[in-house]
């Protein structure tokens, strides 16, 4: 019997988006609440047990509003707090509940995409410093070289819609120039951060030819699919009505804003209110 219940996408921001716009693409049928922590992003830059306490606190207040499963659309979050999460609150607390990540099923995939081995994965100092993608690649891959670039000018250019105006021009080749320097073989680069497609036409402009760009939406989406085929006790959970709730913990119009952008349709978010 479906008992009408939601997944929940959570993102520190904005970037989240672009993964629930593959998600909601590919599975419409679905009920969503997305929740956006825009007060306190970005979360890159954070230390382990702040962004811990940050995604702990939202992925709660999802299980609160009947998500029984959990997407965390958000590099940062998966890197730093996704397997504290799992192993440490889940089985203790939510038995029933699910939380899962963005990057596993990256690294499943990554592979496919490359000739030479070697893969650039760009991301936020947070999820760069947790070495979570080579450790996670390494697992599925083990042949592949993995550099690694931290782009820390990027999210703050993006979140303030700064990103296709020239003054970005300057920070998007800066960190192409400096992962490219690092191995003359990489001929994948990996966009590990959910706004960073939002800099993809940028991007496209500057990269040397052989070299593919890829982003996590619809691998995140396929992965999704997957999971609801091979786990039918959590579908019959969730609702069948297509419907879409939007929640942030900053500022609704400005949420509103700059949702439109990343979503690609109008959005009407309400207020997610921070305990502390």
């Not at 509940?97 to 963005?102: K, M, S, T």
């Not at 999210?155 to 021009?169: F, Q």
């Not at 030819?209 to 959970?237: F, T």
Request: aromatic share 10%.
């Amino acid at each position: 019997m479906n008992t009408g219940q939601s997944i929940g996408v959570f993102d520190s921001g904005y970037g989240g988006l672009t993964v629930f716009k593959s998600i909601a693409r590919q599975l419409p049928q679905y009920n969503y609440i997305y929740l956006g922590d825009n007060a306190r992003s970005p979360y890159g830059d954070h230390s382990f047990e702040t962004i811990y306490q940050y995604t702990l606190e939202c992925v709660e207040w999802l299980f609160e509003q009947g998500c029984p499963l959990v997407i965390l659309a958000c590099n940062t979050a998966s890197a730093k707090a996704l397997r504290s999460i799992q192993q440490k609150v889940l089985p203790l607390k939510y038995p029933n509940h699910r939380v899962l990540g963005v990057i596993r099923p990256t690294a499943e995939v990554l592979g496919q995409f490359t000739n030479k081995k070697t893969v650039g994965v760009m991301g936020t100092r947070g999820t760069v410093n947790s070495l979570s993608y080579p450790m996670e690649i390494n697992k599925f891959f083990p042949e592949l070289k993995v550099v690694q670039q931290a782009c820390p000018m990027w999210v703050p250019l993006i979140e303030n819609n700064e990103h296709l105006n020239p003054g970005a021009d300057y920070f998007v080749q800066k960190y192409l120039d400096e992962l490219l320097e690092k191995d003359a073989d990489i001929d994948c680069i990996l966009l590990a951060c959910t706004h960073y497609p939002l800099l993809i036409p940028k991007l496209q402009a500057i990269l040397p030819s052989g070299i593919e760009l890829l982003g996590q939406a619809d691998i995140v989406a396929n992965s999704l699919e997957l999971y609801l085929e091979n786990h039918p006790e959590m579908v019959v959970r969730l609702g069948l009505q297509g419907k879409r709730q939007f929640f942030t913990s900053g500022d609704r119009q400005a949420f509103d804003q700059h949702a439109n952008i990343f979503f690609g349709e109008e959005v009407q978010s309400e207020q997610m209110h921070l305990k502390c």
